[in-house]
C-alpha cells in the first residue's frame, strides 16, 4: 500500500511521543499498530469530519489535530478551528491550496515567482501562452504531486498539452482551473520549514531530480545537511511562507534556482512526500513528523540538529507502461551495503504500471530505495550503485 510506504514513518515516529486517534477515510489496517482507537469518516466531508472529530473530543482529551496529506489541509484546519486547537487559517491553507492565489500573493509581497495566467479554455491558454512566451508550463491551478502539469515549447502543442492539464484540472475542489505560467530553467530544490506561532525556522533544502518530460516527474532526491544553498533559498522560502499566512505547522516548499537566483514554484503547508521528511530525519538529525505533532498541540519543536550527514532517495520506475513481472534487489548486495538504509516495493508481480501521459507517479511507480553518506555525492553515488543492483522486468502493453 503506497500510503504505508510513505507516510508510515510520520505516524510511527508521532506515536512515539503522543497517544494518537485516527480519523481515516476507509477502516484502518496497517496503521492499527500506531492508534490507540480511530473513527471511520471521509475527511473531504466537512460534517462527516466534524462529527467524527468530535465523537473522538468526548472520548479523549485532544490537544491537537494534523494531517500530512495535501487535499485533507483545509478540511482539517476547520476541524481545528472547531475544537479551538492551534492551526493555520482555514482561509490561508485555501490559498495554499490554489496556486494562482499564491502567485497573487506572491506578486503582492515581492516574493520571486513566475509569470501566471489563469485560463478556463483552449483559446485563453495560446493568448496567455504567446503573451508569456514560449516555452511555458501548463498545470491545474488546484492539485498536487505534479499530475496535470506539462511543459509545452512550441504553439502546435499547446491544444493537446491543454487537454491534459485540464483534464486533471476538473478534479480540483479549490480550482478547477488551469495555469500558464513562464517555464523556470533551472534547477529543482524544496525547502523544509517549521513553522510556529508565525516564526519560520528552515531545517533542510532537498536538491531533486526530475525527469520523463515534458512531464515533471520526481525521479530522485538528496538531502546534505551541509548544503550551501540552504542560505540561499531560505529567505525566499520564509517570506513566501509569510505572504500566504502559514503560521503553524511543517511545509515544503518548492523553488527553481534560475541564474543563481531563488523563484518560487509553490508552497506546500504539510511534509513533503517521498520519503523527504525521513531523509531530513537521517540527515540531521530533526524530526518533522514529531515537529508537526508538536506544533497541532501548541507546544515549541526541538529544532536542533543532531547528526551532520546526507541521505537519497532513487524512486524506481519502469522504462516503459507494462505489467509487472519481477522486482527484487540482489540479496548478496544487500548484504554487505550498511548504508543501504531501506528498499521498498509498493508493487508486486501482476501489476499494470502506466507513466504518463496516460498514467501518474500512483500508476507507474514501482518503489524506492535509500541511500546515507557523510556527503550528498557519496550518497548519490551509493544511490546509483544499489540501482545497478535492482532487477525490474516489464512486460509492454
Known amino acids: 500500500m503506497e500510503a504505508r510506504a510513505y507516510r508510515a514513518y510520520c505516524l510511527e515516529n508521532v506515536r512515539a511521543h503522543y497517544d494518537v486517534v485516527l480519523i481515516s477515510g ?30 473522538l473530543a468526548e472520548r479523549y482529551e485532544l490537544a491537537g489535530v494534523l494531517t500530512w496529506t495535501e487535499w485533507y489541509l483545509v478540511p482539517v484546519a476547520r476541524l481545528a478551528r472547531q475544537l479551538g486547537l492551534p492551526t493555520t ?13 499564491c502567485r497573487t500573493l506572491f506578486a503582492r509581497h515581492g516574493v520571486p515567482s513566475a509569470i501566471s495566467v489563469s485560463v478556463r479554455t483552449e483559446r485563453e491558454a495560446a493568448d496567455a501562452a504567446a503573451l508569456i512566451g514560449y516555452p511555458v508550463v501548463l498545470k491545474p491551478a488546484a492539485h498536487a504531486a505534479s499530475m496535470g502539469v506539462i511543459r509545452v515549447d512550441t504553439a502546435s502543442e499547446l491544444s493537446s498539452a491543454y ?50 518530460p515534458p512531464f515533471f516527474e520526481e525521479l530522485a532526491h538528496v ?3 551541509n548544503d550551501p544553498l540552504l542560505a540561499t533559498v531560505a529567505p525566499v522560502a520564509v517570506a513566501a511562507l509569510d505572504a500566504v499566512g502559514v503560521t503553524d505547522g511543517v511545509s ?22 517521498d520519503m523527504i521528511g525521513h531523509l531530513v530525519h537521517l540527515a540531521t538529525g530533526v524530526d518533522l ?36 513481472t519481477e522486482r527484487r534487489l540482489d540479496a548478496e548486495f544487500t548484504d554487505h551495503a550498511d548504508w543501504l538504509e531501506r528498499v521498498t516495493f509498493h508493487r508486486d508481480a501482476g501489476d499494470r504500471l502506466v507513466l504518463p501521459p ?5 500508476s ?3 518503489g524506492y530505495l535509500i541511500t546515507t553518506g557523510p556527503s550528498a555525492k557519496v550518497a548519490q553515488a551509493r544511490s546509483t550503485e544499489a540501482y545497478r543492483h535492482l532487477a525490474v522486468q516489464v512486460t509492454p502493453v
Open 89 to 101: 487559517s482555514p482561509e490561508a491553507l485555501q490559498g495554499c491550496r490554489n496556486k494562482h492565489t
Open 289 to 324: 513528523a514529531r515537529a508537526a505533532a508538536d506544533i497541532a498541540c501548541g507546544v515549541l519543536p526541538d529544532l536542533t540538529p543532531t547528526r551532520s550527514r546526507a541521505a537519497a532517495i532513487r524512486l524506481i520506475y519502469p522504462a516503459y507502461s507494462g505489467t509487472l
Open 163 to 212: 487537454a491534459f492539464a485540464a483534464q486533471t484540472a476538473g478534479h480540483g475542489v479549490e480550482s478547477t482551473q488551469v495555469l500558464v505560467e513562464e517555464y523556470l530553467d533551472g534547477d529543482e530544490v524544496s525547502v523544509e520549514c517549521v513553522t510556529f506561532q508565525g516564526q519560520t525556522t528552515v531545517v533542510a533544502v532537498t536538491r531533486k531530480t526530475v525527469g520523463m
Open 364 to 366: 507507474a511507480r514501482i
Open 26 to 55: 476507509a477502516e484502518p489496517t496497517w496503521e492499527k499498530e500506531f492508534v490507540v482507537d480511530y473513527a471511520v469518516a471521509d475527511p473531504t466531508d466537512q460534517a462527516a469530519l466534524a462529527a467524527a472529530g468530535h465523537a
Open 223 to 225: 538531502v546534505d545537511a
Open 358 to 362: 496516460d498514467g501518474d507517479m500512483f
Open 252 to 273: 515544503h516548499v518548492e523553488i527553481r534556482i534560475v541564474d543563481g537566483r531563488p523563484r518560487l514554484i509553490e508552497v506546500n503547508a504539510r511534509i513533503a512526500g
